[in-house]
């Protein structure tokens, strides 16, 4: 159980990141394949093994672990959630304390900020079928629930980014690829959600929740 | 005249971004530096920083340089990198909101005139209104 969001546990949730991406990789990809061009899983599997391959484990600064994981992913990630993902952990990276660890509800704020960051960068809202579908949710529930403690935010973002994920099934995308297939992008999981799912998912994981 | 407004033409295709700054630099009269930056690192179809990052310093001569993607995660790409230009940067780096083909034409084109980067991405926005029929 932790307290803190320590540089620690930083690189210990993109290393686990990197193993669950990994295990999925395949499965997102079929997704991805329904309604995308049915790279997500290995554009994702890439990024997270070269964010892993570039962890700063030196420093104590969960900021700069985190900001070293978002520019690994933009700069291996040749599609798009290279660069959504990459400003995702990067944004809520400087919304975190210059040095050491974060509290929850300091966290709960940075994981705010960076799906404030997507947004800016996509453009897309809630109810266009993204990942925002699930990251919005999973601030929302984390920022709530801060009190408790880290390990209860975790687990109560993980699951509101899981049915976040799940409700995007009936949506008609709005961005992206998926947004030229009309109403026919209607009834799949949109991929970029599911693996934002998996993202929050592995960050209850490591803190213990 | 100073140097003129470099253009980058950013796209999943190495072929299709090298095919572009081709007609474009036809339409610079060979004047205007027009960089492709297409496909992944390997060639293959996809976005690379690295490419783009190369195309830009090369694209660059202190007179600024316009960027065209063509879609989804190049202008992502784009977007991202524009937004991380460094303060101490040779020159301004603009991304257009154009087409890629048309909107290349129409930046070199006005690019060879001597325009400034401002009215050179204008440009190339522009080139959404000019129709075919």
Sequence with gaps: MADEFDAGIAREWVRVIAVRVSEQATYLGELDGAIGDGDHGGNLDRGFAAAVGKLDRTTDSAREVLTATGGALISAVGGASGPLYGTYFRKLARALPEHGGASAAELGAALQVGVDGVRALGGAAEGDKTMVDALVPAAAAFAETATDGL????VAAAEAARRGADATVPLRARKGRASYLGER???HLDPGAASSALVLAALAEVVGG | MASPVGIVLISHSRALAEGAAEVATAMGLG????????GDDD?????????????VDE????AGVVLIADVGSS?????????????DALGPVLLADAPLVEGAVA????????ADVETVAAAAAD????RKL
């Design chain 1, 151 to 154: 390990p209860a935010a975790a």
């Design chain 1, 185 to 187: 992008s209607e009834g």
């Design chain 2, 31 to 38: 004047e205007v530096a027009v960089r492709p930056a297409g």
């Design chain 2, 43 to 55: 060639g293959r179809l996809g976005t690379s920083l690295a490419l783009l990052e190369r195309a």
């Design chain 2, 59 to 62: 694209a660059q001569t202190g």
């Design chain 2, 75 to 87: 202008v992502l790409l784009a977007r991202t990198y524009v937004a991380d230009l460094p303060e």
């Design chain 2, 107 to 114: 930046a070199a084109s006005a690019s060879a005139t001597g």
């Design chain 2, 127 to 130: 080139a959404y209104a000019h």
